[in-house]
């Protein structure tokens, strides 16, 4: 009995040590606070900031200025703003208007109209109102650690996307899904203002969208991964035509992001067009 017990502790030590130590036994606890040091093996988390607006929203645009403070404040993220994406989401009588909302509108207002501005992060979470006074909210959503990481390389030329898209495991997974959405940035147009901010200018004449959802290249909810176990790495690829609705396909950028069965947000990554990353996991 003894020797039974002996050889169980044996393979459980050897199963945890045999791959080096950048391997991350993936029983233990996943410590993801903002604060948390880096895990070895494990995986830099970013948040998604979802932001449904509208170029004729009034309001909307204390959204828009609270994402720029996510962007360029020093302090909440120590120079770290890259773990922010934000997708611009618009409706209505827009120029930008995403047509096919339905789902996301189901998911966050699914009985209610959708009445704007509406802002998630992480897909379920509400960013609480006033956005730009809770930025701390977001930082809290970032991570060192994260039990997959996303990597993709993307080519824009020719009128075609042909965008792969890596997932690495750190972790066992189930019931997970990949959505990826095309956005566009630098979109001229006027912005509906009814607040203070941007000097209480309305319109605000000639602004500046960016991440503007444009496409998405999966279900708006996802498609299911499989093989999603502990040391896995999997690669999806497209190869799509530009949507007929960019503007500029040299504006183009890319944004893929993995939820749980609820719909949360388990990881996110944002590439430029003609990229290539490589995978942001602890050493």
Not at 101 to 126: C, H
Not at 194 to 211: D, V
Request: glycine share 6%; proline share 4%.
């Amino acid at each position: 009995m003894k020797n039974g017990r002996f050889l169980l502790l044996l393979f459980t030590f050897l199963v945890a040590f045999s791959c080096g130590d950048t391997v991350v036994n993936y029983n233990q606890l996943v410590d993801d606070s903002v604060d948390a040091p880096s895990t070895s093996g494990l995986f830099k988390k970013h948040v998604l900031i979802e932001d449904y607006t509208g170029t004729w929203c009034g309001y909307c645009a204390r959204v828009a200025y609270a994402i720029e403070r996510v962007f360029v404040d020093i302090d909440p993220f120590e120079n770290e703003s890259d773990r922010a994406i934000a997708v611009a989401i618009h409706s209505g009588n827009d120029p930008y208007n995403f047509t096919n909302i339905q789902p996301l509108k189901n998911l966050i207002s699914p009985n209610s109209a959708l009445g704007l501005p509406q802002s998630r992060l992480n897909r379920t979470i509400v960013w609480e109102e006033n956005e730009a006074d809770h930025i701390a909210q977001v930082k809290k959503l970032s991570s060192n650690n994260c039990g997959l990481g996303i990597a993709m390389t993307s080519d824009v030329a020719d009128n075609t996307i042909n965008l792969d898209v890596n997932i690495k495991f750190a972790e066992n997974y189930s019931g997970i899904k990949l959505v990826v959405y095309v956005l566009e940035n630098h979109l001229i147009y006027d912005q509906r203002n009814y607040t203070n901010y941007y000097n209480g200018q309305n319109p605000i004449a000639g602004f500046e969208h960016n991440h503007v959802l444009r496409s998405s290249l999966t279900n708006l909810l996802g498609v299911a991964l499989s093989g999603t176990i502990y040391g896995a790495e999997t690669k999806i690829s497209y190869s799509v035509p530009v949507p007929t609705n960019v503007s500029n396909s040299n504006n183009l950028s890319f944004v893929a992001f993995v939820v749980d069965e609820n719909n949360l947000v388990i990881n996110a990554r944002l590439i430029e067009s003609n990229e290539t990353q490589a995978f942001e996991q602890n050493p």
